[in-house]
């Protein structure tokens, strides 16, 4: 069993940055791959970024490639997400996920991958 919160998010100008973090609970967390996903009004759950096990892999969407990065600390239990020059449409609830996908970057893009899931944090960019 893995529990995952989520933080940082919050209100920001367009051009500003953030950086989410999530905390996970359990001994295995360094067994698990590891994601952001986010979620608009109206709009279906969304694939981020994504992290292998042993952080040397990663994967984005193309929508926030060169601008967000994951990275994770197994002696913390920690992903974090670093987001600059946020732009209005980055505007979403974040969710951070785990998962045991063999990584790629095509299994890692369906929210049907991951077993747990944090509570989210929103992101609201203004313009």
């Known amino acids: 069993q893995v529990q995952l919160v989520d933080s940082g998010g919050g209100l920001v100008q367009a051009g500003g940055s953030l950086r989410l973090s999530c905390a996970a609970s359990?001994?295995?967390?360094?067994?698990?791959?590891m994601a952001w996903f986010r979620q608009a009004p109206g709009k279906e759950r969304e694939f981020v970024a994504a992290?292998?096990?042993?952080?040397?892999?990663?994967c984005y969407a193309d929508a926030v490639k060169g601008r967000f990065t994951i990275s994770r600390d197994n002696a913390k239990n920690t992903v974090s997400l670093q987001m600059n020059n946020l732009k209005p449409e980055d505007t979403a609830a974040y969710y951070c996920?785990?998962?045991?996908?063999?990584?790629?970057?095509?299994?890692?893009?369906?929210?049907?991958?991951?077993?747990?899931w944090g509570q989210g944090t929103q992101v609201t960019v203004s313009s």
């Open positions: 996920a785990a998962g045991r996908p063999l990584f790629s970057c095509s299994s890692v893009l369906s929210t049907t991958t991951y077993e747990y």
């Open positions: 359990g001994r295995t967390f360094n067994t698990f791959v």
């Open positions: 992290i292998s096990w042993g952080g040397t892999k990663t």
